[in-house]
């Protein structure tokens, strides 16, 4: 089935993971686990340490990680919290 998609409006299959536009995950086909993970993502607030400190990773912040050794986190991570440091 065909439904539009709840970010940009663009057609997407009830059976996609995500979006093939805009790459929102379709939430019929999430795990309540990734379902709690994107709204805590989206709420802004860290998964670990409970701050409202997390932030998108850009370049600079995945080249830090890397650096730092976080060689996994680096690539396949998208949020990092300021207050601790945790990668999600």
Do not use: W
Request: a positive charge; glycine letters at 12%; charged letters at 15%.
């Amino acid at each position: 089935m065909i439904t539009n998609c709840k970010d940009c409006g663009g057609k997407v299959s009830t059976e996609a993971a995500a979006c093939p536009h805009c790459g929102c995950p379709n939430v019929r086909n999430e795990t309540e686990q990734q379902q709690a993970m994107r709204r805590l993502l989206t709420s802004g607030n860290c998964p670990a340490c409970r701050t409202g400190n997390l932030v998108r990773m850009d370049a600079g912040s995945r080249g830090t990680a890397f650096g730092q050794g976080n060689l996994l986190g680096a690539f396949i991570k998208s949020h990092r919290c300021n207050s601790c440091g945790y990668l999600a």
